[in-house]
């Protein structure tokens, strides 16, 4: 589970940061309005998903090796009840 609150909070903060510099250079060159907010919400988020492709690729592996680890044992675990079932 530290993996995934790694990556989730890693991910978390690239978005914010991308979101701070994207919103402070529209105030400085553009007009406020709410429009406005909602382009540099997305522009953010691409931006933030384009560098975490890159930047978090470590903390994706990390995750996606324990996903598969537990998955692998949650099924060695349904294997062994399905076994002791038929010899029952």
Same mark, same amino acid.
């Given at each position: 589970? @530290?993996?995934? *609150? /790694?990556? /989730?909070?890693? =991910?978390? #903060?690239?978005? &914010?940061?991308?979101?701070?510099? %994207? *919103? #402070?250079? !529209?105030?400085? *060159? +553009?007009?406020?309005? &709410?429009?406005?907010?909602? *382009?540099?919400?997305?522009? !953010?988020?691409?931006? !933030?998903?384009?560098?975490?492709?890159?930047?978090? &690729? #470590? +903390?994706?592996? @990390?995750?996606?090796?324990?996903?598969?680890?537990?998955?692998?044992?949650? /099924?060695? =675990?349904?294997?062994? !009840?399905?076994?002791?079932?038929? %010899?029952?």
């Amino acid at each position: 589970m @530290k993996a995934f *609150w /790694t990556y /989730t909070l890693a =991910r978390l #903060g690239v978005f &914010a940061v991308c979101f701070v510099i %994207v *919103w #402070g250079l !529209s105030q400085i *060159w +553009l007009e406020s309005t &709410a429009v406005l907010n909602i *382009w540099v919400l997305l522009i !953010s988020l691409v931006i !933030s998903s384009v560098i975490s492709v890159f930047l978090l &690729a #470590g +903390l994706r592996d @990390k995750l996606a090796l324990n996903v598969h680890e537990r998955a692998t044992r949650m /099924t060695e =675990r349904i294997e062994e !009840s399905r076994r002791a079932e038929d %010899v029952d």
